[in-house]
């Protein structure tokens, strides 16, 4: 079972890129932390397996892509690389959106947050537990 794959953390939240990258480091997962978009877009290079990507970025004084538009870059550079959307929020078009865009999953920011997402990364990397 080979674990020992590479999976972007995208999202300007410390605290959730904290808590979600020491569970999947301590799964076996080799984790990058990124803070925006466009730094998880520079590191494309390094090629991940997946990407877990934050809808909403914000950055005081400075305009940052948002989601949708990294994801849309993503999926230039990388088209076969899988990604999971984070959103704080449950607006139904959003997600409409993001499925028509081809997005992979769509983990919902609440108390669920760190089960749903490794049952999705276990899914679409299909790791056998």
Do not use: W
Not at 51 to 79: A, C
């Amino acid at each position: 079972m080979d674990k020992s794959k590479l999976i972007f953390v995208v999202d300007d939240d410390p605290f959730v890129t904290s808590l979600v990258s020491k569970r999947l480091t301590s799964k076996g997962y080799k984790v990058e932390a990124f803070e925006y978009g466009e730094d998880c877009l520079e590191a494309m290079k390094k090629k991940p397996d997946l990407i877990i990507l934050d809808y909403y970025f914000t950055k005081p004084g400075h305009k940052v892509m948002d989601g949708m538009e990294v994801f849309d870059r993503i999926k230039e550079i990388s088209p076969d690389v899988n990604v999971i959307m984070l959103s704080g929020q449950e607006r139904g078009e959003i997600v409409l959106e993001l499925a028509r865009k081809g997005i992979d999953d769509y983990v919902i920011k609440d108390n669920n947050l760190i089960d749903n997402l490794e049952n999705s990364i276990r899914e679409l990397l299909e790791i056998e537990e």
